[in-house]
């Protein structure tokens, strides 16, 4: 299921590659499924009735001034990968952007949030036994401070991810480094969200008078929405993710800024509200 949002003149569609309910262990240490069914407005989007997380691996797709950019590039084919479903996929991604006009040739930016396994993996593909630049003619926009850490890290829990993932398109000259604030258009830039890895970034959108931010992973879970403090299992430094999920929080509450989640099932995009002394989100 695709799903389609207009902020002023700025398009962003959804394109799914893995969509599944998810054990709450496998994100969160120390939270039960008991504690899901507290949150009663988690029901029936985010969480099912026997106390699974539902959790989308999806891509989104901006059309920004002429300029076509993917955020994120989920998990891709053909990779050895250390988690059910992740691994040796042999989906129809690049099937469903194409009829999206994103076809391969045609994509300007490919933005990564992260250098996690669930958002590099279409960065390459397997061509005569060799990873290559899946998308030949764009840049590939790395925070430099992330790219510094995981220049001289491996994913082991997960696989070879920087070595077929991202090295091949630094070696290709395809990336570009940039600051944690840069622009890609007049009306799409980021936004540092650090914690959750050292560089993370989210992606704000602005035009016309509307508003939308891609959270990346500074939140996995709308539950976090309730309880920042649940910092997730992968969170490089889980104070500073708590810390920037608090501040991006206060800072999006109440507002008419279209929230649209990296890893959130259908519907995806909600807003913000305050709810006591946490926050709730308001799906459209």
């Given at each position: 299921m695709q799903l389609r949002w207009k902020i002023g003149n700025v398009s962003i569609t959804r394109v799914v590659e893995h969509e599944a309910p998810t054990s709450v262990r496998f994100m969160f240490d120390g939270v039960t499924k008991a504690d899901l069914h507290a949150i009663d407005w988690l029901k029936p989007h985010f969480v099912t009735d026997d106390g699974y997380m539902l959790f989308s691996i999806h891509a989104l797709l901006i059309e920004s001034e002429g300029r076509r950019i993917i955020v994120d590039t989920c998990l891709g084919n053909?990779?050895?990968?250390?988690?059910?479903?992740?691994?040796?996929?042999?989906?129809?991604?690049l099937d469903d952007i194409a009829r999206e006009g994103f076809a391969r040739e045609r994509v300007d930016a490919v933005l990564c949030t992260h250098l996690h396994v669930d958002h590099v993996g279409w960065n390459t593909m397997l061509v005569d036994g060799r990873w290559v630049p899946t998308f030949p003619n764009a840049e590939y926009l790395f925070a430099r401070e992330e790219w510094a850490y995981w220049s001289e890290h491996e994913q082991e829990e997960f696989g070879t991810v920087v070595e077929d993932s991202v090295r091949p398109i630094v070696d290709a000259g395809l990336a570009r480094l940039v600051e944690p604030n840069h622009r890609l258009t007049s009306e799409v830039w980021l936004e540092p969200t650090p914690g959750h890895t050292p560089g993370h970034v989210s992606v704000r959108i602005s035009s016309q008078g509307e508003e939308a931010v891609i959270t990346g992973d500074m939140?996995?879970?709308?539950?976090?929405?309730?309880?920042?403090?649940?910092?997730?299992n992968a969170d490089y430094d889980k104070q500073q993710s708590t810390a920037t999920r608090r501040a991006f929080y206060a800072r999006y509450a109440d507002s008419p800024v279209l929230v649209i989640g990296t890893h959130f099932a259908t519907p995806t995009a909600g807003r913000l509200v305050r709810d006591g002394d946490a926050y709730r989100f308001d799906v459209d």
């Amino acid at each position: 299921m695709q799903l389609r949002w207009k902020i002023g003149n700025v398009s962003i569609t959804r394109v799914v590659e893995h969509e599944a309910p998810t054990s709450v262990r496998f994100m969160f240490d120390g939270v039960t499924k008991a504690d899901l069914h507290a949150i009663d407005w988690l029901k029936p989007h985010f969480v099912t009735d026997d106390g699974y997380m539902l959790f989308s691996i999806h891509a989104l797709l901006i059309e920004s001034e002429g300029r076509r950019i993917i955020v994120d590039t989920c998990l891709g084919n053909d990779k050895e990968r250390r988690v059910d479903g992740w691994g040796m996929r042999n989906g129809p991604f690049l099937d469903d952007i194409a009829r999206e006009g994103f076809a391969r040739e045609r994509v300007d930016a490919v933005l990564c949030t992260h250098l996690h396994v669930d958002h590099v993996g279409w960065n390459t593909m397997l061509v005569d036994g060799r990873w290559v630049p899946t998308f030949p003619n764009a840049e590939y926009l790395f925070a430099r401070e992330e790219w510094a850490y995981w220049s001289e890290h491996e994913q082991e829990e997960f696989g070879t991810v920087v070595e077929d993932s991202v090295r091949p398109i630094v070696d290709a000259g395809l990336a570009r480094l940039v600051e944690p604030n840069h622009r890609l258009t007049s009306e799409v830039w980021l936004e540092p969200t650090p914690g959750h890895t050292p560089g993370h970034v989210s992606v704000r959108i602005s035009s016309q008078g509307e508003e939308a931010v891609i959270t990346g992973d500074m939140t996995h879970h709308p539950c976090q929405m309730v309880h920042p403090e649940w910092a997730a299992n992968a969170d490089y430094d889980k104070q500073q993710s708590t810390a920037t999920r608090r501040a991006f929080y206060a800072r999006y509450a109440d507002s008419p800024v279209l929230v649209i989640g990296t890893h959130f099932a259908t519907p995806t995009a909600g807003r913000l509200v305050r709810d006591g002394d946490a926050y709730r989100f308001d799906v459209d």
